[in-house]
């Protein structure tokens, strides 16, 4: 049995639509009932409740021979990293007590740090978590999203503008399609692991020029690039609608990626194939 995690997000459907086309036992994890449907149809058994809620994720654990799991966000909390820790401790201990023997982790590139990555620390610290459990932990260490740009689209639409939160337009970071991390985390719970590893995962690399030529590209127009200075990355994000400790955990995140501090450093490293074209073409 393999229990499933984020199931209506980008990764967690991967995820459990790979494991069900393998006519595995899937048992998957929804908030909503309605939106675990889809995954019932297909013969997937429906858990509905929260991963910060122990007691219940300890019984949806109840038999699992392997977990894929994430730290789910919370945009309401006023201190993102003390409901990250909340959250992680929830789910390593519901690991513990259902002695879930192999979990695979959502982690994030950086996670190898403890500070100054913004919603990172709290994969840093739910990989520690995890690991003290004594289950065998597979933590994929993934880029930058691919589907991050959606973000953008709007903007370029209207605007004609791609604004840009890194120190440079040019600096080139690796970013990843979320199907390729879903077919690597399905792949890892099929294959069992006898001892924990980390895997970055990481896609080719895109500056921000780069991505607006490509968007563009997809369009039909050109984009001029808006590079916002770091003193105004805070206010930026807040007008754009996201609630101010949200905004400034994502801040501390874009610092942490232009100091040159965040890179792979995982047990491997391995390559998705999918390009950014396609999936903002797919977007688009």
Request: include cysteine.
């Amino acid at each position: 049995m393999y229990v499933v995690a984020g199931v209506t997000g980008h990764v967690g459907s991967i995820v459990a639509n790979q494991l069900l086309d393998k006519e595995c036992r899937v048992r998957v994890i929804v908030r909503d009932e309605k939106k675990g449907e889809p995954f019932a149809k297909r013969g997937a058994e429906v858990s509905t409740g929260s991963l910060d809620d122990e007691a219940f994720l300890t019984r949806a654990l109840n038999g699992a021979t392997g977990f894929f799991t994430l730290l789910p966000p919370n945009m309401a909390a006023q201190d993102v990293y003390a409901y990250q820790c909340a959250a992680a401790d929830a789910i390593a201990g519901a690991v513990g007590a259902a002695k879930v023997p192999h979990v695979v982790l959502l982690s994030s590139i950086g996670a190898d740090l403890e500070s100054g990555t913004g919603p990172i620390k709290g994969l840093h610290y739910l990989e520690g978590a995890l690991r003290r459990t004594g289950t065998v932990v597979t933590a994929i260490r993934a880029g930058m999203f691919q589907e991050n740009v959606g973000g953008s689209v709007r903007a370029a639409k209207t605007q004609g503008k791609l604004f840009s939160f890194m120190p440079s337009a040019d600096i080139a970071m690796p970013m990843i399609a979320t199907r390729d991390i879903g077919m690597l985390a399905a792949e890892q719970l099929v294959a069992g692991a006898k001892k924990s590893e980390i895997i970055d995962l990481q896609g080719p690399a895109y500056s921000q020029r780069q991505v607006a030529t490509v968007l563009g590209t997809a369009l039909g127009k050109k984009l001029e690039i808006v590079d916002v200075p770091q003193n105004g990355w805070l206010d930026a994000m807040m007008k754009s609608g996201l609630p101010k400790p949200i905004a400034e955990s994502y801040a501390e995140m874009y610092t942490g990626f232009g100091s040159g501090k965040v890179r792979p450093r995982g047990d491997r490293l391995l390559k998705g194939k999918t390009t950014l074209d396609e999936v903002i073409n797919t977007i688009v």
